[in-house]
């Protein structure tokens, strides 16, 4: 966009140079700083638009020393010393930065453009370098990052919303179990996604290593403190860890798309393997009212200490007890019901029994979900939806830790 803002002044300095056509610098500053009020309106093709443009610069810019000032610089620091000495205020083109269209500008043609804009809609219509710089970004970006990066832009040009960035967040994810659920948490801007399909594995986007039949190879997994994690995957994610740490920044947290009919196993081995690189904030991405959204959880079974309640899904059955005791065990368990919404009233009993308002300790915020391998993902992630809190918001058990079944 500059080199074809120098191109457009170029034209203005190099016709007809000396000649002066009785201009004054003063007009002739006037003129180029009002350059971008004399773009075409919108609705012709960005060429003709620039076109359009170029033309007026040659008509109406004649003064040799502004000519000569665009056509061999064309930067700011040279047109702002112009307008001073001009005595020329405002002046548009510097207060855009160069551009024929202000950064702000640019983001409310994008943020209150019609829903069936489509790509020729916004090349009619945007002029900003810096704005369509970042509609070519977002198409390599991932969903969180294309949110994060608009949300940065909303803020720059200092609107208060944005009508796009709403559809952006709102959208579901491919490959996401989709549930019922509230108090579902938005997905992580900054987080690392690592996403499992039936085909294959891959993090940030980039692919790691083949999926067959719900599992990866043997030879791809290697058991490590306790760990059982997915060997590839496990570099690629310490590496990224190592980085981030290097910069001085907390780990993000680590996002996981998997497919719904992926058996519980390799869930396991991916929260194993995250873990076990170091991302102790984990989350698993559902699709829920039509918009993408995380439940987030860690490794594990919470503290250790306080009721220490466990939900077990085997089969179409899910057994409801506490590793202290309190609340039934694994052999004689408190409940044993087959729907979410059965766990869900359980769950509720207990809390309204055993907690008083304001009394409740972070360690009894703790819930374990222990599946058996073989469960589906997409039965994990319906328990994982429902048991932070209830429908009516009140609160459950908002800390999730995810294991294997407890032996």
């Not at 074809?4 to 203005?12: Q, R, S, T, Y």
């Not at 405002?90 to 930065?97: Q, R, S, V, Y």
């Not at 694994?330 to 907690?355: H, Y």
């Amino acid at each position: 966009m500059r080199t074809i803002l120098l191109v457009i002044l170029c034209v203005a300095a190099c016709k007809g140079k000396g000649a002066g056509g009785g201009q004054s610098f003063h007009d002739g500053v006037q003129a180029l700083c009002d350059l971008p009020d004399h773009v075409p309106a919108p609705g012709e093709s960005y060429e003709k638009r620039l076109a359009g443009v170029a033309a007026w610069a040659e008509s109406n810019i004649k003064n040799p020393e502004v000519r000569q000032l665009g056509g061999m610089t064309g930067n700011k620091a040279s047109l702002v010393a112009a307008a001073q000495k001009a005595n020329v205020a405002p002046c548009k083109l510097a207060d855009n930065d160069m551009a024929l269209q202000s950064f702000a500008d640019a983001m409310q043609i994008v943020c209150s453009a019609p829903a069936t804009a489509d790509g020729a809609y916004f090349k009619g219509h945007l002029l900003n370098p810096d704005v369509i710089k970042l509609f070519s970004a977002l198409a390599e970006a991932s969903p969180a990052d294309q949110a994060a990066k608009m949300q940065a832009a909303i803020t720059r040009a200092g609107l208060g919303g944005c009508a796009i960035v709403e559809k952006m967040t709102a959208r579901t994810v491919e490959h996401a179990p989709t549930v019922t659920g509230v108090h579902l948490a938005e997905l992580a801007p900054r987080a690392v996604t690592v996403a499992a399909s039936q085909s294959g594995i891959a993090v940030e986007s980039k692919p790691i290593v083949a999926v067959t039949n719900g599992a990866v190879a043997p030879g791809e997994l290697e058991t490590v403190a306790n760990h059982t994690v997915i060997k590839v995957v496990d570099r690629f994610l310490a590496t990224l860890a190592a980085e981030a740490k290097t910069h001085g920044g907390a780990l993000p947290r680590v996002q996981l798309v998997v497919d719904p009919a992926v058996p519980a196993a390799l869930l396991l081995e991916l929260v194993d393997t995250a873990d076990h690189a170091g991302f102790k904030d984990l989350a698993l991405v559902v699709n829920a009212d039509g918009a993408a959204r995380a439940i987030p959880f860690t490794r594990g079974t919470g503290t250790g200490a306080g009721l220490q309640p466990v939900a077990a899904i085997a089969g179409d059955k899910i057994s409801v007890y506490s590793v202290s005791g309190q609340e039934g065990t694994a052999q004689q368990p408190k409940a044993t019901v087959a729907s979410s919404t059965e766990l869900v009233t359980t769950l509720a009993e207990i809390v309204a029994r055993r907690f008083k308002p304001g009394q409740r300790t972070d360690e009894d915020r703790w819930i374990t979900v222990a599946v058996a391998t073989t469960v589906p993902v997409q039965r994990i992630a319906e328990i994982l939806a429902v048991i932070r809190a209830n429908k009516d918001g009140s609160e459950l058990f908002p800390r999730v830790g995810l294991s294997a079944v407890l032996k």
